[in-house]
């Protein structure tokens, strides 16, 4: 099976957000250790592997 080279990119987006709520999400990232878009990656990776866990979103590999 080949592989597609969409299959292998990356997703790209801007995010706007208020000012007073990018501060505490770069104080956060600042403590995690994190670039604010990596803490925005991790953030949205958690919240969908919890919908999977709770059965509101299919899990990989699964349909619904």
């Known amino acids: 099976m080949a592989l597609d080279l969409e299959d292998l990119l990356v997703k790209r987006m801007t995010v706007s957000m208020e000012d007073d709520l ?20 991790y953030l949205a990776a958690k919240a969908v592997r919890e919908a999977e866990a709770a059965g509101e979103l299919p899990s990989e590999g699964t349909t619904k």
């Open 22 to 41: 990018y501060a505490k999400v770069d104080a956060l990232a600042n403590l995690e250790q994190r670039t604010v878009p990596n803490l925005l990656v």
